[in-house]
């Protein structure tokens, strides 16, 4: 079992910037991919970021160029610098995680852009 535990959502103003981080409990081998989803009241929960444990990066097309994703693998943790937020990334922000051909979930973090 892999636990996940997200921090840095909240409301910021539209072309203001969050970092969220999600860090993954301790395991005996490590976590390959992790990566941000996200679902807005409504939506399919759609694709964030996302990267693997060599740091190759995949992006959804409404975040490129305004969102990088990193992750420090001697913590477990995942991070999403998030700049340029506009209310259309208003949405529930969840972290997940790769490890021995599980996909683990974290709780969601809100993150709520408006003015």
């Known amino acids: 079992q892999v636990q996940l535990v997200e921090a840095g959502g909240g409301l910021v103003q539209p072309g203001g910037s969050l970092r969220l981080s999600c860090a993954a409990s301790?395991?005996?081998?490590?976590?390959?991919?992790m990566g941000w989803y996200r679902q807005a009241p409504g939506k399919q929960r759609e694709l964030v970021a996302d990267?693997?444990?060599?740091?190759?990066?995949n992006y959804g097309d409404s975040v490129k160029g305004r969102f990088t994703i990193s992750r420090d693998n001697a913590k477990n943790t995942v991070y999403l610098q998030m700049n340029g937020l506009n209310p259309d990334d208003t949405a529930l922000y969840y972290c997940?995680?790769?490890?021995?051909?599980?996909?683990?979930w974290g709780q969601g973090t809100q993150v709520t852009v408006s003015s």
């Open positions: 990267i693997t444990r060599d740091r190759r990066t």
């Open positions: 997940k995680a790769v490890h021995l051909g599980q996909y683990y």
């Open positions: 301790r395991t005996s081998f490590p976590i390959s991919a």
